[in-house]
């Protein structure tokens, strides 16, 4: 019994002179950042990260097997400029005909007659206009094209 209560004596007091031990480097330590200041509420990274994508390489946040409707135009256009919208680039999954108002979900988007929105091809910005909501069909605009998108059964 002696020995285990001198082995845990023992035990303990060399743990306490190694916690000693370390006291002069702290406060060596202490004593280097006393010298330097430090701005308050500043806060330095120490390797900043950075990601570059090749133009022709695929966008890693698109689903996989996914891939865009148009390719880059190389005509130099730019926005709201070039040859006329594929009906292949809207897909029109629902149509609500309720007395007065009509409703359609464009390309994910709830929109209804009337309402303007934006359609991106490639690296080009359309802006298309809603113009008439029918039963399994709708009726969209452009300058002088008008684009009839028929509702997608499945």
Do not use: C
């Not at 090749?54 to 891939?67: C, L, M, S, T, Y």
């Amino acid at each position: 019994m002696k020995k285990i209560t001198t082995l845990v004596s023992m035990s303990i007091l060399i743990a306490f002179g190694a916690m000693g031990a370390g006291k002069p480097a702290d406060k060596a330590a202490t004593e280097k950042r006393e010298d330097k200041p430090a701005e308050p509420g500043k806060i330095e990274t120490k390797n900043k990260s950075s990601f570059a994508m090749d133009v022709e390489a695929r966008n890693p946040f698109w689903p996989i097997g996914w891939k865009p409707t148009a390719k880059l135009s190389s005509g130099g256009a730019g926005a709201d400029q070039g040859g006329d919208i594929p009906v292949s680039a809207f897909v029109v999954s629902t149509i609500t005909l309720d007395q007065g108002t009509h409703f359609a979900i464009i390309n994910g988007k709830a929109m209804q007659e009337g309402q303007q929105f934006g359609l991106q091809l490639g690296t080009q910005m359309y802006q298309v206009l809603l113009k008439k909501i029918e039963d399994g069909r709708v009726i969209l605009s452009r300058h002088d094209q008008e684009i009839v998108v028929p509702l997608r059964r499945k």
